[in-house]
């Protein structure tokens, strides 16, 4: 019984896993750019933004459908609504990467990217956080939703170390101001990334016991 | 006119907030009620406790009990040869299967409402209004008559609709005005509890709403229990819910019972999630 619905809630999860690997591979994309001030695969990160929005809208769209339609409840209504909660996040963490790629042509034009190392590592574990927390959703596994989530400290102890070094450096070399507020901010929108990621880890949760979450 | 929502409404679930149930109408107390047709067990060990002044919604794939254990509320059940309970029902805490209890009396403190709108079809919607207090009671004035008849037909939505074919045939009405006409002849004798039973399984999706807005209002008076086979009807309309079920271990049995907010968003039972999410069988 419901068929045709428990196979539209699962293509709803599968799209949200493919637009979730979709800004994952953003993510990725933008990283290397700002490391090899490739403005080209920066321009494709920046241009490709239109359709995560889109995808974003069409999900949503997807998710009112069958909540019109079928007028789920108990779980089925919590996960559809964890979902549409979660498409938005996984946008934002998508701008992010449209963020980390004009970046990256500012690197093509001569910008000193500083903390590159703590950034590069707060990238790759942006897009690990985002597909695992995007997994958690879907599987409404509970215990992946609260492992991925506890990963954020770490984002957060790169933020706190960056900001740091990056006020240090700006006190001492003010040549430097502008690069390093550049820097500076750009570590702050990537440690977002990670809270976004918890967030969908709460709708996780919340998919899988009914209780929202503070992670 | 409903009583005006807010939106702390929404998040508030009557059944969850102690002090949301009020005085209006009777509390109906289930004790160990088990129910007979012969030889044949339907109903097994019902434990329920209806709340005064709330909507409570009876839900349960067909052949679970639900309309044999309203049945048992006004023992109505017995009518059936050969049908009896067991275990106790207390409104107020009187039992109405006290061996001094009389049924007569118990009917006319509770209303019932059947699936199909069951107008007398000979007589007229006055008539209809008043078939009950004519049944129940000594003569009245007319003037007396006059007053229940639009007394009864407002509560039940219904007077502005009628009023000017009072003496028509019931059975001239639509399917819809037929039920309002069928909750204005129950609630004319004044009950304190209301039984529906799938009352708005033959009507389409306008008079459906417009029974459920009416239900709204009369909990302000009456305790209401609705069996209804309509999920979206028992999220909608109640405001607590039990869940039945008959399987091959055991005939209709309670299985849940709660808010219908928490019934509906976090069943606790396995078989109720899968029954209102339609995964059921």
Same mark, same amino acid.
């Given at each position: 019984m419901r068929e045709r619905f428990s196979q539209e809630l699962e293509l709803v999860g599968k799209e949200l896993e493919a637009l979730a690997a979709f800004v994952g591979k953003q993510i990725e994309t933008a990283s290397s750019a700002l490391r090899t001030g490739d403005i080209e695969a920066a321009q494709v990160v920046i241009g490709n933004d239109k359709y995560v929005n889109d995808r974003d809208i069409e999900i949503s769209n997807a998710c009112a459908v069958l909540i019109a339609r079928d007028q789920p409840v108990a779980s089925d209504l919590r996960h559809l609504i964890a979902c549409l909660k979660a498409v938005s996040d996984i946008e934002r963490i998508g701008d992010y990467a449209v963020h980390a790629a004009k970046r990256a042509k500012d690197v093509a034009g001569g910008m000193k990217l500083l903390a590159g190392d703590r950034i590069a590592r707060m990238m790759e574990l942006g897009a690990a956080m985002l597909g695992d927390s995007v997994r958690a959703l879907v599987a409404r596994d509970e215990t992946l939703a609260r492992s991925t989530a506890a990963l954020d400290s770490e984002m957060d102890e790169h933020k706190r170390v960056t900001y740091q070094d990056l006020l240090g450096i700006m006190a001492d070399t003010p040549e430097a101001l502008r690069d390093a507020t550049k820097s500076l901010l750009l570590s702050r929108f990537l440690e977002r990334m990670g809270d976004h990621a918890v967030t969908i880890c709460s709708w996780a949760i919340y998919s899988a016991s009914g209780e929202y979450v503070e992670l | 006119m409903n009583p005006i929502r807010t939106f702390a409404d929404i998040i508030r679930s009557p059944g969850v907030d102690e002090t949301a149930s009020s005085d209006a109408g009777m509390s109906v107390v289930i004790k160990s009620l088990s129910a007979y047709y012969g030889k044949h067990r339907a109903l097994e060990d019902i434990d329920l406790d209806v709340r005064p002044g709330l909507i409570t919604a009876i839900i349960g794939p067909s052949g679970c009990g639900k309309s044999t254990m309203i049945r048992c509320i006004n023992r109505m059940h017995e009518v059936i040869k050969g049908a009896y309970a067991t275990g106790s029902v207390l409104l107020d805490g009187e039992d109405i299967y006290a061996p001094d209890a009389s049924p007569v009396r118990i009917r006319r403190r509770i209303g019932m409402v059947f699936q199909k709108p069951n107008p007398f079809p000979t007589r007229t919607v006055y008539e209809n209004v008043i078939a009950g207090l004519r049944l129940n009671l000594p003569k009245m004035p007319k003037a007396e008559y006059d007053e229940t008849v639009e007394r009864s037909l407002r509560a039940a939505a219904l007077w502005d609709e009628v009023k000017d074919k009072l003496h028509s045939s019931g059975s001239a009405l639509s399917g819809g005005q037929q039920q309002r006409l069928c909750i204005a002849r129950a609630i004319a004798i004044e009950p304190e509890v209301l039984l529906l039973d799938e009352p708005c399984s033959a009507l389409d999706p306008t008079a459906t709403l417009k029974i459920e807005d009416l239900l709204f209002q009369l909990k302000a008076k009456y305790t209401i229990v609705l069996v209804t086979h309509n999920m979206q009807q028992a999220a909608r309309a109640s405001d607590m819910t039990a869940f039945m079920l008959a399987d091959e271990s055991h005939v209709g049995h309670l299985i849940e019972y709660g808010p219908t907010q928490r019934i509906f968003m /976090?069943?606790? /039972?396995k078989s109720t999630e899968d029954y209102i999410s339609g995964r059921l069988g």
């Open positions: - | /976090e069943p606790r /039972e």
